[in-house]
């Protein structure tokens, strides 16, 4: 707690006077965010930092394993933040973030494991799907936990069920059907610092220069 006491004390000193100006901007004009991003809970990912963005650029949802519930007419935390994202805010890109060694899909991977943990054990039951997928592809049977060499598998695979997950809400797939929103599935590598991406449709990631090169080919044009 004393590393936090003394990092508030240092935004007070120095941090808020050099950008007073971006805050007093921020609290007059309210919030105008391009982006919502979904990344997992754990503390070793920063998304600001990861995307060199600063406040007011990320609208910022967090849970264990970065879980996109399906709709349904039963109002949830990030059902209720995506239908106020996407409809008031006008977010036109939404990014899906996993990360390598994430604890939430290890659970996953071992779900009887979690029955001392019965509400972390119904949560990560939205990452079924991604696990079943792992176990088919493998042939491991329904009884047999998965080992946990599949686990950046698994993390990929979530990111993708999840990036689904997404499409099921109204508001989404009324944006998507339009062409005025875009989705990206990110997978972190806390390690290397890298980046494995994919689009909506996409079954399969690609490196974060590949996914990007238009874009960061018009960021080095000094004639752009």
Not at 27 to 34: E, I, L, S, T, V
Not at 188 to 207: P, V
Request: glycine share 8%; aromatic share 6%.
């Amino acid at each position: 707690m004393e590393n936090i006491i003394k990092g508030v004390l240092d935004f007070k000193l120095n941090v808020y006077p050099k950008r007073k100006d971006l805050f007093g901007e921020l609290a007059d004009q309210g919030q105008k965010p391009d982006v919502l991003f979904f990344t997992c809970s754990d503390s070793r990912i920063d998304p600001n930092l990861l995307t060199g963005s600063h406040p007011g650029d990320l609208f910022i949802c967090r849970n264990a394993g970065n879980v996109i519930p399906p709709h349904s007419n039963e109002t949830g935390g990030m059902t209720a933040s995506i239908e106020y994202a996407v409809a008031v805010l006008g977010v036109r890109h939404i990014i899906v973030c996993g990360h390598t060694d994430c604890g939430a899909i290890k659970g996953a991977l071992d779900i009887e494991g979690l029955n001392g943990l019965p509400h972390v054990k119904e949560w990560l039951g939205h990452c079924r799907s991604a696990m079943e997928i792992v176990r088919e592809r493998h042939g491991i049977p329904w009884n047999q936990g998965v080992d946990s060499c599949h686990l950046n598998e698994a993390i990929e695979e979530n990111v993708l069920q999840q990036v689904q997950h997404l499409r099921t809400h109204p508001v989404v797939a009324a944006k998507l059907a339009t062409g005025k929103i875009e989705i990206h599935g990110w997978v972190y590598d806390i390690k290397s610092g890298s980046i494995r991406c994919c689009r909506h449709n996409d079954n399969e990631f690609s490196d974060f220069h590949e996914l990007y090169a238009d874009t960061i080919s018009a960021l080095s044009d000094p004639n752009s």
